[in-house]
């Protein structure tokens, strides 16, 4: 887990948005989500609800990571995450329930590797001041 901090976009953050972009290009997702907690949570206890809520609906596959988010403040205080999910064993519907009964507000979407949602979420590297989490479960050899 990174954080990043409060930064002016420069060549260097954007060649860092770009790069991590491309890398996570390189993964089939299956849903892009957003994630935004209706108490005020503080961002240990925020990873630790995503964390919980993502590897509930992914599969642990092979050696590689089912879920990436990145988190930010609202202007009201709240948390809030974008994220990319695969390995999904559960509709979206069942997801974004399971969500909204014990956080708050959810969307998921289907994803559309066209609009680029990769780079949407890596440009949170350097956005803000909160951490990025991805999936480290332990996999079988």
Known sequence: MLSTGIRKLSDQNLDIQSAFGDWLSEYHWDSFWTLTFADLYGEQAAIR???????KHTIVES???SWVFFLELTKLGAIHAH???RH???SRRLLWKDWFDRHGIARGLKYDQK????YYC???LTKQQL???????ERAK
């Open 49 to 55: 609800a995503i964390t919980r809520w993502a590897n």
């Open 63 to 65: 050696m590689t990571m």
């Open 83 to 85: 994220g990319l999910m």
């Open 88 to 90: 999904v064993k559960h």
């Open 115 to 118: 609009l680029k949602a990769q």
């Open 122 to 124: 890596a440009k949170y």
């Open 131 to 137: 951490s990025w989490i991805i999936d480290d479960r």
